[in-house]
């Protein structure tokens, strides 16, 4: 009998669980990577996704040290990160994921404020502005190193261009200070 008191309850926790996750796909600064599970077939994978709750948090212990990066946190929604270690058999794949992303992203109207191609590197860097062009509500960040790693970054919220390299600093992101030397 307690274990189905247990089952009960667990099984009622997840259910509040999973319905009071936000929907981040109506934000506007969301984008949307599609499916990126045939690369995750290599030993390198890494995938950060960082809700409000958890940015919220990290805002608070930072605030008294790093009060820029606090405020900066309190407006994001979401970090999402995905890295994939670039190796023969994907290369092809990753990069054309990558000009598929281009092109969606253009025809979107993200605004492209970076784009670095030459060799074995490409970056490109996005942003969504919303109506009165005063803001910026979401972030993307596309790369590819031949010799590295394929990174994938949205954040999605208020952001503050000059700060962002903090961001990335702080969270480990890969790319993020390419931004804010531009």
């Known amino acids: ?94 990069r054309s994921k990558i000009n598929d992303l281009d092109g969606k992203l253009v025809s979107q109207k993200w605004d492209r404020i970076v784009r670095t191609k030459g060799g074995e590197e490409a970056v490109n860097v996005y942003i969504k502005t919303s109506g009165n062009k005063k803001n910026i509500d979401g972030l993307v960040v596309t790369t590819l190193d031949k010799s590295g790693e394929a990174v994938f970054v949205n954040i999605v919220g208020t952001i503050d261009l000059k700060k962002i390299g903090k961001l990335g600093a702080k969270f480990d992101i890969p790319s993020l200070d390419k931004i804010e030397k531009q």
Do not use: H, R, W
């Open 1 to 94: 009998m307690k274990l189905n008191k247990l089952i009960i309850i667990f099984i009622s926790l997840f259910a509040v669980t999973v319905l009071a996750q936000e929907d981040y796909t109506k934000e506007p600064g969301f984008f949307d990577f599609g499916d990126l599970t045939n690369f995750e077939q290599g030993d390198g994978v890494t995938e950060v996704f960082l809700e409000s709750n958890i940015l919220q948090l990290v805002a608070s212990v930072t605030e008294d040290e790093e009060p820029e990066l606090s405020s900066m946190l309190n407006g994001l929604q979401l970090v999402k990160v995905n890295v994939f270690e670039v190796s023969e058999k994907n290369e092809t794949g990753l």
